[in-house]
């Protein structure tokens, strides 16, 4: 069975891929279904994971070609020297155009609370559109706590469209079947060469189709006035 995994960056280290939303990253306990690794090994390509997406969640994956690279790529992950930046869409959604959430995560299995013995967390956001009961949002995922960006959101009292896991599924208006997240775009120094590589997912057609409704003339209510180039989260630094 031919598994639909798009490649969009390809060299001698590297692999990035369009994960689509039900495909697991990697195996994982408790959980039946084909991964993103099975469908490279359906290509012929020996892969390493370093970080992983929920299986609902579409977008861009990154994968090493060698150990060396994983190794690489795990020490920046460490740094938190890559931006993962995520489109969502949200019920309700923040009053601020731009702000951080840092709710302390407990991981307990295959399940996440907010708890004050938790780690520390923080995910950057920004309203890019507002419209009747819905904001559209571009976020950057600063630790990655499971579910942390499902989490943070639901528990701020902006659960995302279609969470049937930490939303409000029967007063979502939309009653989307999936969480609508998408794992946009990745920015980082490549592992080997130093050099800047940005990688970009565009929205698959469910979440387009989605967003054309949930943001349609007809429904808006305010839309964020053009900003800066790519409207993105204001970079970390300091203390906010």
Excluded at 67 to 91: I, M, N, V
Excluded at 128 to 134: C, D, E, K, T
Excluded at 173 to 189: S, T
Excluded at 208 to 229: D, M, N
């Amino acid at each position: 069975m031919s598994l639909p995994v798009l490649i969009l960056f390809e060299d001698p280290h590297l692999l990035v891929v369009h994960k689509p939303s039900g495909l697991l990253s990697v195996p994982t306990p408790g959980a039946e279904g084909p991964t993103v690794l099975d469908a490279m090994r359906e290509q012929g390509r020996k892969v390493f994971p370093v970080h992983r997406l929920d299986r609902e969640v579409s977008g861009v994956l990154l994968l090493a070609r060698d150990a060396e690279t994983r190794t690489a790529l795990e020490g920046l992950f460490r740094e938190r020297a890559l931006r993962k930046l995520y489109w969502a869409l949200a019920l309700n959604g923040p009053d601020r155009d731009e702000g951080a959430i840092t709710f302390p995560i407990l991981e307990e299995g295959a399940q996440a609370r907010v708890s004050a013995l938790g780690k520390p967390s923080r995910t950057l956001y920004r309203v890019n559109a507002r419209n009747a009961g819905v904001a559209e949002l571009e976020i950057e995922l600063v630790t990655g706590r499971y579910n942390q960006i499902r989490l943070h959101f639901a528990h701020s009292g902006w659960p995302l469209v279609g969470d049937r896991k930490y939303g409000k599924f029967r007063e979502d208006p939309f009653r989307f079947q999936r969480v609508a997240l998408h794992a946009h775009a990745l920015e980082l120094p490549h592992p080997i060469t130093g050099e800047p590589l940005v990688v970009e997912a565009p929205l698959p057609p469910d979440l387009a189709e989605l967003r054309e409704l949930a943001l349609a003339p007809k429904r808006r209510t305010k839309r964020a006035e053009p900003g800066s180039r790519d409207r993105r989260p204001p970079r970390r630094g300091g203390n906010g």
